[in-house]
């Protein structure tokens, strides 16, 4: 390595998460509105550049930590992009993580020093992003769907307990298709992902719904 070349100067990095939840049954993610330039007003998807005094999952944190006020996000390594102008500035890469988690048990952040704002957004109401995110979001968007097979990632968009009703509209809404409903219970229990508490929620002029929980077991699911 020739330390002087000055190829190898002007060169940066960007940690950037996208982070998704189901909202009563709809599949949203997490934008940010930034306060600063460049992009300055456009919504992002949640990231920052890296310190170099930070490994990559430090600063993903960091900037989570600082744009919303989330904190101990479980979040999945998905892909780097390189293209030279992806930043109007200088060089920078992007190191991007896939996230899910349950929006009901956390308090968002609305608004930083350097964001004017944060929200959840439905995924056919994504406005114009700043940098390459509207390229980003969409490929998360099918890593996720590949990924959400895995009970691991599931169990982050639910509380302790949940009915089926819940769980089915999740993956529905997640994959964007329709799913044979007997066949989803009937592949969840068979494979051990849930299983019955014994407990019931009550609804107002509804039946009670069973609820249900994660077994712990680390079983891929195969495609519905």
Known sequence: MEINNPLYKNQGMHVITALFTVEEGKFKVLLVKRNNQPYKDMWMLVGGACYNNETIEEAMAREMYEKTGLKNINTTFFKVYSNPNRSPL???FAVVFVGVIDCKKVNLLRKTTKTKDADWFLLDR??????????ILLDAIEFLKEKIFDS???ISLFSKTFTLPEIY???QSILNKDIDRRNFRKTLLQNHIIEPTGQTESAIGKKPAKLYRFCGSKKTLKPF
């Open 126 to 135: 994504i406005p114009p992003l700043g940098y390459d995110h509207n390229k």
């Open 152 to 154: 691991q990632i599931t």
């Open 90 to 92: 200088m060089r920078m």
């Open 169 to 171: 509209k999740a993956y």
